[in-house]
């Protein structure tokens, strides 16, 4: 049934506070983070800590195997970077070494060298006040004694409960007293030890000596052809993010290989539409993702292997010319890949206004399925997004970073981080995001009743438990949307489909929104998953 009226309250109280904030979605998570500010640290040693924990208690969505991009604002010298933590297929790797020219979307020959972990180390290096030892001992110790597995925990573990149980490492852990329910205590104290020896050594723990000789014997195992060198090369890229003008201020977002340009495409085709009517915006919405999304499928790459032309996209002509091409009275035909992402956001913002955006993920939920041998990483499958088409960009080849749904945005008012924002959510990442800031600013919604607002995602339906969901054509909503909205989509000709009224499908997105004229921070955490916004 869809909703017709919004609700008096939130589904939780916005989070307030004076002084610093964490955003995420698992409160024992935030708490870690949290206790980092109140103990003197700063917002990226806060976020460390919180993805750390996250690695531990969302073993589905993110870990020590995945991959992480960064946006960080340091008001030393008010300058604001990007990171690029995504780690490269093998040198040897090509498309000739795939077997009858396929890439598995699971398994070993979806695994690129993870790059999280390193991250951690150069963000920290660039900018951190504490170092892996202390930061990463609360991960440590729910990996040894346990934590309680959520509902939303529970679910992941039981969607894929095949795959786990196809990996003897992935079942000894996840599966040792059969299914989890909610409520069980799970532990994975190989995981425990890995940590141990990152707080020891760092990040090279991980990338060479006996961890390292595990996941590549583990990956040679399953025909991948990693080597320790791939793993030892790896590093952390520095860039700078794209930007658009928007409402006064500045909307970044990391650059490609990752797609989060798409949300500036999208708002920047609508910067002119922001007090349409919604029955009209929400049409608007889809039809911009559409273009953004035909883009980054035709021209994103690594860049390292070619440019992407995203710069020219983002100008106000390119912007208005492809705003043009929509129809406020019809929507468009558009085919698009089907998505699988597991994922996981988190936002810090401290008291001397660093301000951290950070996505970490292992891509599908579990990622390739298969843990490296004694060491409880699970490794990711971002190699899963590689074409297998000869000459585009994006296609399969050595030593390449594949394009990543990871989709960090931030949002500056004279250069000075505003809202810090962001959600999981794959492929849907940017439209979850455009709405939202669409309810935030445009509507002018509290953080809160903007995060708990219902969605629509276009052309995502493997994240869902609805097999009959094929069509790419499918505007997905949640069954609290407005009629009025929900009419106006179908009588534009959208194929539009009700799910449950909080969906997992639609993400879980965080935010914190940071008032300077009356020295607050506002937070807000999605009612989707086990999320907590807290402020110290």
């Not at 989070?15 to 870690?32: E, F, K």
């Not at 786990?164 to 069980?184: K, S, T």
């Not at 088409?389 to 931030?410: A, C, D, F, I």
């Not at 997905?476 to 449950?500: C, Y």
Request: charged share 20%.
């Amino acid at each position: 049934m869809i909703g017709s009226a919004e609700p008096a309250w939130p589904s939780r109280a916005v989070a307030r506070s004076t002084r610093a904030m964490v955003a995420s979605p698992h409160a024992l998570a935030t708490a870690a983070g949290v206790d980092v500010l109140r103990r003197g640290g700063n917002a990226v040693d806060a976020a460390i800590a919180t993805n750390a924990v996250l690695a531990v208690v969302y073993p589905a969505s993110c870990g020590i195997g995945g991959d992480a991009f960064w946006i960080v604002h340091d008001p030393s010298g008010r300058r604001t970077v990007a990171y690029n933590g995504s780690g490269r297929t093998p040198r040897a790797a090509s498309l000739d070494r795939l077997p009858d020219g396929a890439l598995p979307q699971r398994g070993a020959l979806a695994v690129n060298v993870p790059g999280a972990v390193r991250s951690w180390e150069d963000v920290a290096r660039a900018h951190g006040t504490r170092g892996l030892d202390e930061l990463l001992a609360p991960a440590e110790r729910f990996a040894r004694d346990g934590f309680a597995v959520t509902d939303v925990v529970a679910n992941y573990a039981r969607l894929n409960e095949p795959m786990l149980r196809a990996d003897a490492e992935a079942a000894r852990i996840f599966l040792r007293d059969g299914l989890p329910q909610a409520g069980d205590i799970l532990r994975n104290p190989e995981l425990g030890d890995t940590l141990a020896a990152i707080r020891r050594e760092g990040a090279d723990a991980v990338y060479t000596g006996a961890i390292a000789q595990r996941i590549v014997r583990t990956l040679n195992r399953g025909g991948n052809v990693m080597t320790l060198d791939d793993l030892a090369a790896h590093r952390t890229e520095p860039t700078t993010p794209l930007r658009i003008p928007w409402r006064g201020g500045e909307l970044l977002a990391h650059p490609p290989n990752s797609q989060a340009a798409l949300l500036l495409l999208g708002a920047g085709m609508l910067a002119g539409d922001g007090n349409a009517p919604e029955s009209l915006w929400h049409h608007l919405g889809v039809e911009a993702m559409k273009r953004a999304v035909a883009i980054r499928d035709a021209t994103f790459r690594d860049p390292a292997f070619g440019p992407t032309g995203i710069e020219e996209r983002l100008t106000p002509a390119a912007l208005a010319a492809l705003r043009a091409t929509i129809d406020p009275e019809r929507a468009s035909a558009h085919e698009q890949l089907p998505d699988r992402g597991g994922t996981i956001f988190l936002c810090v913002v401290d008291e001397n206004g660093m301000a951290v955006s950070l996505i970490e993920s292992l891509y599908m939920n579990y990622g390739s399925g298969i843990v490296a041998e004694g060491t409880g990483i699970v490794l990711q499958n971002r190699g899963a997004y590689f074409s297998t088409q000869p000459g585009h960009p994006n296609v399969y080849e050595g030593g390449k970073r594949p394009v990543h749904t990871l989709s960090p945005p931030m949002f500056l008012r004279d250069g000075v981080p505003e809202v810090v924002f962001g959600t999981m959510g794959g492929d849907g990442q940017p439209q979850i995001l455009l709405q939202f800031l669409h309810q935030l600013v445009d509507r002018g919604l509290d953080v809160q009743r903007a995060l708990d607002h219902p969605r629509w995602v276009y052309g995502r339906h493997q994240l869902t438990e609805r097999p009959d969901l094929k069509t790419g054509e499918m505007v997905l909503v949640e069954s609290r949307m407005p009629e009025d909205i929900v009419g106006g989509l179908q009588r534009r000709g959208h194929q539009v489909e009700a799910l449950g009224p909080f969906e997992n499908a639609m993400g879980h997105a965080h935010a914190i929104v940071v008032d300077r004229a009356r020295g607050t921070l506002a937070g807000g955490s999605d009612p989707r998953a086990d999320s907590l916004a807290l402020g110290l």
